[in-house]
Nanobody, 118 residues
Framework: QVQLVESGGGTVQPGGSLRLSCATS????????MSWYRQGPGKEREFVSS????????TYADSVKGRFAMSRDNAKNTVFLQMDSLKSEDTAVYYC???????????WGQGTQVTVSS
């Protein structure tokens, strides 16, 4: 069955870095648009970044541009989110999403908590 498993979350001080991973299985990873979303305390889930399956085009929310970098390893069916210069407002549960652009079907992971606090 389809699985997306996020890891790499934790607690870090402002200005620090974390690298999130999303290991996937059960679908044609190389054909899916992969994205990261987050949901902060008391907030709605919001888009963070996406990475196209072909060509590798990346898109970022304005709030993370220049600080976050998304990448994928098609051989390992895994996507990554490198997060640098973290701020307290980056505190959230981070979710990985796989989206089939042909049939409009998406899959979500269970999320990983990121806390930025001094």
């Amino acid at each position: 069955q389809v699985q997306l498993v996020e890891s790499g979350g934790g607690t870090v001080q402002p200005g620090g870095s974390l690298r999130l991973s999303c290991a996937t299985s059960g679908f044609s990873f190389g054909m899916y648009l992969m994205s990261w979303y987050r949901q902060g305390p008391g907030k709605e889930r919001e888009f963070v970044s996406s990475l196209a399956p072909i060509g590798g085009h990346t898109t970022y929310a304005d709030s993370v541009k220049g600080r976050f970098a998304m990448s994928r390893d098609n051989a390992k069916n895994t996507v990554f989110l490198q997060m640098d210069s973290l701020k307290s407002e980056d505190t959230a549960v981070y979710y990985c999403k796989a989206y089939d652009t042909v049939i409009g079907l998406d899959y979500w992971g269970q999320g990983t908590q990121v806390t930025v606090s001094s």
